[in-house]
């Protein structure tokens, strides 16, 4: 009785270790891999979420930068109507004829404002692309 129970014990004990060596090891291997995998998917995602928070700063930039130079353009052509209302209502070719050099260094001084600002405004484009 002996040598049987000693026998159904180490069968016991082999079919146990095959158990372990074939189900338990391969399943340790893989929760290995898996957590690997996992802390990878975990940074990756920590990236992609850092990522499109600055985009979405960028955007945030974007629209106020965009909603000042509409403002600024609103402005300007507001002021350029103006201006062209101004040369509806009055006829230069007769005044400049009349009095030609009213006329000339009116049109010239406003000429080189006109070229200052430009200028400034170059300056200023060009200092911001640095």
Request: hydrophobic share 40%; proline share 2%; glycine share 4%.
């Amino acid at each position: 009785m002996s040598k049987v129970l000693l026998g159904v014990i180490g069968a016991m004990a082999v079919s146990g270790y095959a158990f372990y060596y074939l189900s338990v090891v391969p399943l340790k291997v893989e929760n290995k891999e898996l957590f690997e995998e996992n802390t990878a998917f975990e940074l990756a995602m920590k990236e992609q979420q850092e990522t499109i928070r600055r985009i979405e700063e960028n955007i945030e930039k974007t629209k106020e930068s965009l909603n000042k130079l509409t403002k600024k353009n609103q402005q300007y052509e507001q002021e350029q109507a103006e201006f062209l209302d101004i040369f509806r209502r009055h006829n230069l070719a007769q005044l400049a004829s009349a009095k030609p050099g009213l006329i000339t260094i009116r049109a010239n001084k406003r000429t080189q404002e006109v070229f200052d600002a430009i200028e400034e405004d170059s300056k200023r484009i060009s200092s911001l692309n640095d």
